[in-house]
């Protein structure tokens, strides 16, 4: 099942999501698919990253009465720059990963599916204001720079939630597993 962060509505599912028919070609493609091998916040992987930030774009962009469908699509491929930006090395004279994997996204992008000027100002410009030179140009541009903001905070809280959970529960079972012994 399908779903972005935040969200209970089940993507994957055709009948009850619009969004789905929008970008159905692009979640079964393997090139898109290979996104999920690569980790991007804590414990969220690009593909669910992208997902996420498709998804909002897509309500956010219907609600504004924008381009909904170049909202969700160009979403879904903004961070297709396919590699483990963690443990990256950089070429000589190569900037940082934030400064570059826009454009790294764009040319994997262009060299496997046909996209239109709007849905390609999506992608190279999401890092405003990171990259101060790529200035949105279109209202839709706009909007994956705050919702792509939105989503890598809220995957950032998900994984430091996660942590403090998994140190409370084993702080209670190691309480637990004193008392029986004391008990004994
Ligand atoms: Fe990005
Ligand atoms: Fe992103």
Not at 3 to 32: F, H, P, R
Not at 68 to 85: I, N, P, S, T, V
Not at 127 to 135: I, Y
Request: glycine share 4%; proline share 1%.
């Amino acid at each position: 099942m399908l779903k972005a962060i935040g969200s209970k509505t089940n993507l994957s599912d055709s009948d009850i999501t619009a969004y789905y028919q929008l970008v159905s070609d692009l979640l079964n493609n393997e090139v898109v698919l290979k996104m999920n091998e690569y980790n991007h916040h804590g414990r969220t992987t690009c593909f669910q990253h992208c997902l996420n930030v498709s998804y909002y774009n897509y309500k956010i962009c219907r609600l504004l009465s924008l381009d909904e469908r170049a909202g969700a699509r160009a979403g879904l491929l903004h961070d297709l720059f396919l590699y483990d930006w963690h443990t990256y090395k950089r070429g000589k004279g190569e900037r940082l990963h934030g400064f570059t994997h826009a454009y790294t996204s764009l040319s994997n992008v262009k060299d496997n599916f046909e996209i239109n000027k709007l849905e390609e100002d999506i992608i190279a410009k999401h890092m405003f204001p990171l990259n101060l030179l790529s200035f949105p140009k279109y209202r839709e541009s706009f909007v994956i720079v705050l919702v792509d903001k939105y989503c890598g905070l809220a995957e950032v809280i998900d994984y430091q939630a996660y942590k403090i959970i998994n140190i409370c529960r084993k702080m209670s079972f190691l309480r637990r597993k004193k008392i029986i012994a004391e008990s004994n």
